[in-house]
């Protein structure tokens, strides 16, 4: 009889990011990929550094949203191709 041992790794330390500090827990939101996937290009070109501008976004008007001291609505990038409602809408 033959054994097999294997390793596995129970914690891993947050990755983290000089930019925007270490990562927080994830959330699931539902959002259709018509919006969802243009709207990373639309964050992207806001804000074209930083590990997730997605998130950075929602994060922003969150904090917004609830009023927090010092909290701005997100600037918005120019229209752009992410502007135009999707084909066959």
Do not use: C, N
């Amino acid at each position: 009889m033959t054994l097999l041992l294997v390793a596995t790794i129970h914690y891993l330390p947050p990755m983290t990011d000089d930019t925007e500090g270490t990562y927080d827990k994830p959330r699931q939101i539902r959002v259709p990929d018509d919006e969802w996937i243009p709207f990373e290009a639309a964050t992207k070109a806001a804000h074209p550094t930083g590990r997730s501008p997605r998130a950075r976004v929602v994060r922003e008007f969150i904090r917004w949203y609830m009023r927090r001291p010092g909290a701005k609505l997100p600037a918005r990038p120019p229209a752009g191709p992410w502007s135009e409602p999707p084909s066959g809408s």
